[in-house]
Every structure is written in structure tokens, then in C-alpha cells.
């Protein structure tokens, strides 16, 4: 069987597409973020391919809105008992109330918050996304720092920034990279795919195959590391 990848942006959605030895064109969306997959029989081109996307732009984004609502649906309660991802492992939260500032600890294969009694399931939420975001506050320095010097670019600006469709972007003409609060709760290596896909943006606009060669050249494993950035079961996501 042969197949082949291609990386498409159509009307703003990133595309992944595998050609293969099939009679017709699936269209699938995929839990978290809504990302679009095509397998697309071989004698398919990229034009295609695009057309076919469009054709079912409709039904993309209601199952994009789907995803969402599931996603709202199963929000955490933030109680003792409910599991949450940390840079890719399952932890087991745990309340312990007592006054005072609110804070997470991690221990053993716990995720401890403290918190004053009475403090609301929205204001617990808040906590974990403050806490999210001082994760990867203290874990993307050192990351982009040594992407800086193995790529010899400088990223002016980065900030951390919760987005419903895209894992991170870029602003070619700043430099400025955003890069998705839910990060924190992947393994660190698709942080560093993130980080290194918005900076190889830098050298190349399109998803085309300039693109997969860099980053080929760059961090040769980054289809696996994507993949696993987006193939975790929606049961994994929930938050
Ligand atoms: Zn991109």
C-alpha cells in the first residue's frame, strides 16, 4: 500500500491529508481542537483535495461546534477524585482546604490544590488555568532558547494564550509566537513540536513540502510527536 502526506491550509483550517490506496475521500474531525484529517485515494491531487474540503466546509464547522459543546459539557468540577493531565501523565486531583492563598502542588501522582472552604468551582478552574500557564511559563524559555541557537533566529515574543482550533501561531512579520495554555497537559515533546513548527513558519509561510523538509531537517520524529499531540481519545481531554 502506498501512501504519501500532504499538510494543507484551506480557508484558514490546517489539513492533514494522507493519500492512499482507497476508492473514496474521508473526511474525519478530530477531538480537541477540531483538527481536519482527509485520506484521499491516490489518484487525488492537493487541488482536489481542497475542493473536497471546501465542498464540506458546512459540515466541518458544525462538527467543530460539537466538539465544543462536549467540551463545555464535561468541564471539570474540580473535586477531589477527578483526574487532570499534567505534561502528559494523569493526575489524581486532590482538595485540601484550609485558608489562605490558593495554590497547586504536585505529589506522587497527585495534583493537591489548596484552597480557602467556599471557594467556587469557577474560581478552582481559574486556579488550574493560572497554574497551567506558570507550567509552561517556566518551561518554554529554555525550550525557545535552545531552538533560537540551533535554528539562528530570535523569537521577540511569545505568549501563552488558550485557543479553540490551533495547538500555537505565528506572525511571520513579528516574529511573534502564540502558543495554546492546553500545552501544559501534553507530553513536553509536543510543546517542543509546537515551538518548533512556529519557528520553522519563520523560513517557510505554506505547509507544503519546503515546509515538511525543514522540518524533517529540524526534529525528524515531529509526525509522531503530532500525532500525539492529536490522536489522544476526547475521554483524555476532558477538562
Ligand atoms: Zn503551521
Not at 34 to 50: H, L, M, N, S
Given at each position: 500500500m502506498s501512501t504519501a502526506n500532504a499538510y494543507l491550509t484551506v480557508r484558514g483550517i490546517e489539513v492533514d491529508v494522507v493519500y492512499k490506496d482507497i476508492k473514496n475521500l474521508h473526511i474525519t474531525v478530530h477531538p480537541p481542537?477540531?483538527?481536519?484529517?482527509?485520506?484521499?485515494?491516490?489518484?487525488?491531487?492537493?487541488?482536489?483535495?481542497?475542493l473536497a474540503v471546501v465542498g464540506r466546509l458546512a459540515w466541518i464547522k458544525r462538527q467543530r461546534e460539537q466538539l465544543q459543546a462536549v467540551e463545555r459539557q464535561t468541564e471539570r468540577e474540580m473535586v477531589t477524585g477527578e483526574s487532570h493531565y499534567v505534561w502528559g501523565i494523569r493526575r489524581r486531583l486532590k482538595i485540601v482546604e484550609r485558608p489562605g492563598r490558593a495554590h497547586f502542588e504536585l505529589n506522587g501522582d497527585r495534583l493537591v490544590l489548596y484552597v480557602p472552604a467556599g471557594t467556587s468551582q469557577d474560581k478552582r478552574l481559574d486556579q488550574l488555568d493560572k497554574w497551567y500557564r506558570a507550567q509552561l511559563r517556566e518551561a518554554i524559555p529554555g525550550l525557545i532558547a535552545g531552538w533560537e541557537q540551533k535554528l539562528d533566529v530570535t523569537v521577540p515574543k511569545w505568549t501563552i494564550k488558550r485557543m479553540k482550533t490551533k495547538w500555537g501561531s505565528c506572525n511571520r512579520e513579528t516574529r511573534h509566537i502564540w502558543l495554546n495554555v492546553e500545552l501544559a497537559k501534553k507530553h513536553p515533546d509536543c510543546l517542543e513540536y509546537i515551538v518548533v513548527h512556529e519557528m520553522t513558519h519563520y523560513f517557510e509561510r505554506n505547509h507544503g513540502p519546503t515546509f515538511t523538509a525543514l522540518m524533517d531537517a529540524h526534529l525528524p520524529d515531529w509526525r509522531s510527536r503530532r500525532d500525539q499531540l492529536n490522536d489522544a481519545p476526547l475521554a483524555d481531554e476532558t477538562w
Open positions: 481542537a477540531g483538527r481536519v484529517r482527509v485520506a484521499a485515494p491516490t489518484r487525488f491531487d492537493d487541488d482536489q483535495v481542497r
